[in-house]
């Protein structure tokens, strides 16, 4: 299943938010989206899955999602989001419960997440006991539970501290490689943007439009060999990131 | 000893004093202590008993412990003190759980739903600061001088203040949990159910403590008027007999009444909330 967005504009009141943003989302690629903070990108990745209405333009799925996806576009938030009444495995849960599985398929697959997650181990903890990255993992096996055709990644590891950020991503890069999901990835850090990314767009400062797409080839388990390359892609990305987010810097939030 | 010397080349010399940072930390920090509260009642009551046994407290002023005590033992083996409890815990229990369910229902409907908001919201915070004993006399005209006047004061006495804390409650909740919930895809009633319930479950807890004190409190007034039987009937035929012995021991048999009731929350929120530290 691919997304394409088409001409989608966003304003919150008299505020304008984004202009025109024109892009598309292919099966099996991560497509990142970077920009200076407060450029709308939060705002995007929630009219992309329907969590809010684009004033103008539209979000098209293009083909049918794969068969036993239970929910195709599926979000992955900074904060987590688990509720905290609920051990790891009741979170996971959580998602199975409206769709009418049995009670043997449901836990069937949460069997199944957790040990692609490496999470087996922990599944009665509560969220409360596990650090920031374990949380996160927990997030993920909760998306992959409902086998999204597009997973929606909000800012995924920017709560986490560098080491832990270092650690998911290679797990990220691991799941890639043995499922192939579809992401848009929105984040700002452009050390991320240029691991994960098959294509990152750059939007410009508020109201947000896109500045740039850049494509990288090299494939993602080949990526720490080209260290060269990537940091000229990253130098790339925050020479054309720069102004625009030192204008935003300077904005009046309210003006 | 104040040179020009860099202190880098001489951190370690042996005629500079050196002293162990002092400890400023601590304080602010609430230790459980169990022996304390009963050691604090035991205290008390023996100071207060000493002074009546030596005449220093008049037995005019306070009666003894140990007198109120008798009181209580008199009231226990005439039979009459399980007839004043279950008449009092009967009307709490009904008043409590009838207002105290209507008020999380009411509540809730005022969390969720904007069009109960905006008609219920005002006209709960004009009717909660009314003191309810004030509508007794309006009470006993709509529901009988019986029970029924008796359990609606407490009825009403809960009500508001459970209605309050529990829209607080459901105000609360992390909207991102909302916002999760609606991206998977979840039902109303599951977002409801699962989410926002839980979520407001402390506030409402906490709620109920509060609503359990005022339960007592208008169960007691309630009962100065025109009831037979019922703890506060009984203090208030005690005061008027100037029996200031049995005066104390209904008013300690509320407070126990109280007191098991904050137990009893107390382990329901062990219960509900063992996802909390």
């Known amino acids: ?255 | 000893m104040a040179d020009t010397r860099p202190i880098s080349s001489q951190s370690q010399s042996a005629e500079e004093p050196a002293k162990t940072v002092p400890f400023r930390g601590g304080g602010f920090v609430v230790k459980p202590l169990g022996v304390i509260a009963p050691l604090v009642f035991v205290v008390i009551i023996a100071l207060w008993e000493l002074g009546s046994q030596t005449g220093f407290i008049s037995g005019l002023v306070l009666p003894s412990p140990s007198e109120s005590f008798e009181a209580f033992r008199q009231l226990f083996d005439s039979g009459l003190l399980f007839v004043h409890l279950s008449a009092s815990l009967q009307r709490i229990v009904i008043g409590w759980t009838v207002g105290s369910t209507l008020g999380i229902i009411v509540g809730l409907m005022i969390g969720l739903s904007s069009v109960a908001r905006a008609g219920l919201a005002p006209l709960v915070s004009a009717i909660f600061p009314i003191p309810k004993i004030a509508l007794l006399p309006l009470f006993i005209i709509w529901f009988g001088i019986g029970e029924g006047s008796k359990v609606a004061t407490i009825l009403f006495g809960t009500f508001f203040p459970t209605v309050i804390t529990t829209y607080g409650g459901v105000d609360n909740v992390d909207r991102n949990l909302i916002r999760m919930g609606q991206s998977f895809g979840l039902s109303w009633m599951s977002i409801v159910r699962k989410i926002i319930l839980p979520g407001a479950l402390p506030a409402i807890l906490s709620g109920c403590r509060i609503s359990g004190s005022i339960a007592i409190i208008l169960l007691v007034a309630a009962e100065m008027i025109g009831a037979e039987f019922g703890i506060g009937a009984y203090i208030l035929m005690a005061g008027s007999l100037f029996a200031t012995d049995q005066l104390i021991a209904g008013v300690a048999i509320l407070s126990v009444m109280g007191l098991c009731f904050a137990w009893v929350i107390g382990r329901a929120e062990k219960y509900f909330l063992n996802w909390r530290t």
């Open chain 1, 1 to 255: 299943m691919d997304l394409h967005l088409q001409k989608l504009s966003h304003d919150y009141g008299k505020l304008a938010v984004l202009r025109d943003i024109e892009l598309e989302v292919r099966s099996r690629e991560i497509v990142c989206i970077v920009g200076p903070s407060g450029c709308g990108k939060s705002t995007l990745l929630r009219l992309v899955g329907g969590l809010e209405q684009p004033t103008r333009g539209q979000v098209m799925q293009i083909g049918e999602p794969p068969a036993g996806c239970l929910n195709p576009l599926t979000y992955i938030f900074q904060d987590f989001a688990l509720l905290p009444w609920r051990s790891v495995k009741g979170n996971i849960s959580l998602v199975l419960e409206d769709r009418g599985l049995g009670r043997g398929e449901a836990e069937e697959i949460i069997t199944d997440v957790l040990r692609r997650t490496k999470l087996s181990d922990f599944a009665d903890a509560w969220p409360r006991q596990l650090s920031g990255g374990m949380k996160q993992r927990v997030a993920v096996a909760r998306a992959l539970a409902v086998k999204p055709a597009v997973m929606l990644m909000d800012e995924p590891l920017s709560a986490l501290d560098s080491q832990t950020r270092e650690l998911l991503m290679d797990d990220l890069v691991e799941l890639w490689l043995t499922e192939g999901f579809t992401a848009v990835y929105v984040t700002h850090n452009l050390a991320e943007a240029v691991r994960l990314g098959h294509k990152i767009v750059v939007l410009s400062r508020r109201p947000g439009r896109v500045r740039e797409m850049v494509s990288i080839d090299i494939p993602l388990d080949q990526r720490k060999n080209h260290v060269k390359e990537l940091d000229d892609k990253q130098k790339l990305l925050w020479s054309m990131l720069r102004d625009e987010a030192m204008a935003a810097d300077q904005e009046l939030l309210d003006g």
